[in-house]
């Protein structure tokens, strides 16, 4: 049971320059959230799915977009990446949307130039 | 629409020492509270949550939290910290159905 796993854990990009991240998850769970870490800012949730073949908005959408094909699956993916998007991603999952826990990957740490 | 404050972006304490993390939130409905902990390069791992009953909630590693629903208030204690303690900790609040939201985040710092 490897829980959330996230790839590529290191990336460095140049402005315009694209790229997809990719989240997977083997506890079944219906709902997947991307994350944005900026230091002394918490987390601010990107998009998120409630399910196979959803997407939602979250609180800072602008920039990216995301794909659920397969309900273990969550890409999210930056069409022309800019110096503001430099940060660390977490994606996250869990079973039910309230009063359940998330369980969250290890990161990816992207660099824009 | 929820919020989250922790007051202290930085907790500097020695080790065996007791330490306190503030966490303050905002809501016009019902929530679910949450503590997360961030050890160096690492993803978050739950430390502990309340979603109802006792207002007490114990979690692992030693540490506990009470939730006060007059002071809207859910503040993380250890009565004796370790240097392995030393990470980040995020508070989060969740209304039924709704998103997560995280405070900023405390550095916790154990100094031997």
């Known amino acids: 049971n490897a829980g959330v796993t996230q790839t590529p854990k290191f990336r460095v990009l140049k402005t315009g320059q694209s790229m997809t991240l990719l989240c997977a998850q083997d506890?079944?769970?219906?709902?997947m959230y991307w994350y944005r870490q900026d230091p002394g800012m918490g987390l601010r949730l990107i998009h998120y799915?409630?399910?196979?073949?959803?997407?939602a908005k979250g609180e800072v959408p602008d920039g990216y977009n995301v794909s659920r094909l397969k309900k273990q699956n969550f890409l999210l993916g930056l069409e022309s990446a800019a110096p503001s998007q430099t940060s660390v991603y977490f994606c996250?999952?869990?079973?039910?949307?309230?009063?359940?826990?998330?369980?969250f990957g290890p990161g990816t740490r992207l660099t824009v130039t | 629409a929820q919020s989250v404050t922790q007051l202290d972006s930085q907790v500097p304490v020695f080790e065996e020492a007791p330490v306190e993390l503030r966490c303050n939130y905002s809501?016009?409905?019902?929530?679910?509270l949450f503590w997360y902990v961030q050890y160096p390069n690492q993803g978050l791992q739950l430390l502990l949550k309340?979603?109802?009953?006792?207002?007490l909630v114990k979690g692992i590693n030693g540490f506990e939290a009470e939730f006060n629903k007059s002071q809207t208030s859910f503040h993380l204690r250890k009565p004796s910290v370790h240097i392995s303690d030393t990470a980040e900790y995020f508070c989060?609040?969740?209304?039924?159905?709704?998103?997560?939201?995280f405070g900023p985040g405390t550095r916790l710092s154990v100094l031997p």
């Open positions: 799915s409630v399910g196979e073949g959803t997407t």
């Open positions: 506890m079944n769970h219906e709902y």
């Open positions: 309340y979603l109802s009953g006792s207002t």
């Open positions: 809501s016009s409905v019902s929530v679910y």
């Open positions: 989060a609040v969740m209304g039924y159905g709704q998103n997560f939201v």
């Open positions: 996250a999952s869990s079973y039910v949307r309230g009063g359940d826990e998330q369980y």
